[in-house]
């Protein structure tokens, strides 16, 4: 595998992206209205949220997640992998996807759809040092001579998917559509009950209260860790360097605080302000 980021438009991507299949997504990919897309910003809690919404689709019950590997539950849209498993999918039913695509980027299709997103979004510090420890392990990603490394590269945008306030500003656009859900990482830490409550209420979907229970026990973060099928251990060393770390690290909120220094929080906070004023800063719940 090349080391060297594909670039399209302006953005990198991991070097296993193409500009063909990017191309592919932007303007040939067919969105159907009946579609769930999971779209992130990289480490804001995409494989937790595919999880859930995968385990509310099969009310709780743990086989499907403990049986398919999570890539193949929810594809990623951009890749060659995501978009071959899609074309087979046509025939069963509404399908769940996911997309760490900016929205300028995303397919031109779901512009005229009722497809339903799911946007996570997560405090960008802690989205800076998850990206800190993903670069050790994921062989695809730049491994970061240093923390500070990873924070220049991160509030320059130069980081694959391109900038976090970029990105966030693109997709926040869209809050107002009544088939775009936003949720944040630490809303979900902080009350899992209330948040797939949420999401069963925007998929249409009536769980029981036992069967919520079962989706917060096998979506948690000790769970998701043992489940080889969610856990990156199936996946070729020529991806994944598990030595090096676990794709499924902390999972709390404020993580941060560890590895900024009192300059860098100070200078992230300038930019966030200088990047984010216009926006509600209610949208934004961390600290
Ligand atoms: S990726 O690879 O970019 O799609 O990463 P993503 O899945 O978006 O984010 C990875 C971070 O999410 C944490 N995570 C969880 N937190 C709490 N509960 C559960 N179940 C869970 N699953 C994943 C994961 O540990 C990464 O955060 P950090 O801060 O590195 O721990």
């Known amino acids: 595998m090349s080391s060297e980021y594909t670039e399209f438009e302006g953005i990198l991507f991991y070097p296993f992206y193409s500009v063909k299949n990017l191309k592919f997504c932007q303007e040939e990919f067919m969105v159907k209205d009946t579609d769930v897309i999971l779209v992130t910003y990289p480490k804001s809690g995409t494989h937790w949220v595919i999880e859930i919404v995968s385990l509310i689709r099969s009310k709780g019950d743990n086989t499907w997640v403990q049986s398919i590997p999570i890539w193949n539950r929810s594809p990623w849209i951009e890749t060659d992998q995501g978009q071959l498993l899609l074309s087979k ?125 079962l989706v917060i026990k096998n979506a948690s973060l000790s769970a998701m860790k043992a489940n080889k099928m969610s856990n990156y251990s199936v996946v070729s060393d020529e991806f994944i360097d598990l030595s090096q770390g676990s794709v499924l690290r902390k999972g709390i909120a404020g993580d941060w605080k560890n590895h900024f220094t009192v300059a860098q929080s100070e200078a992230f906070d300038k930019l966030f302000q200088e990047r984010m004023a216009e926006l509600d800063q209610r949208l934004f719940p961390w600290e």
């Open 89 to 213: 999918k046509e025939q069963n039913g509404p399908r769940f996807y996911s997309s760490h695509l900016p929205i300028q980027l995303f397919p031109k299709s779901y512009f005229h759809s009722k497809a339903k997103i799911i946007y996570i979004m997560r405090n960008p510090k802690d989205v800076v040092v998850s990206l800190y420890y993903f670069s050790k392990v994921a062989k695809f990603f730049h491994t970061a001579e240093s923390f500070s490394q990873m924070f220049e590269k991160f509030t320059q945008g130069t980081v694959p998917f391109g900038s976090w306030f970029d990105h966030t500003c693109g997709w926040l656009s869209l809050r107002e559509k009544e088939n775009f859900l936003i949720l944040t990482y630490e809303e979900l830490l902080q009350d899992l009950w209330g948040n797939v409550e949420k999401i069963c209420h925007f998929l249409g979907t009536k769980l029981t209260e036992e069967e919520i229970n």
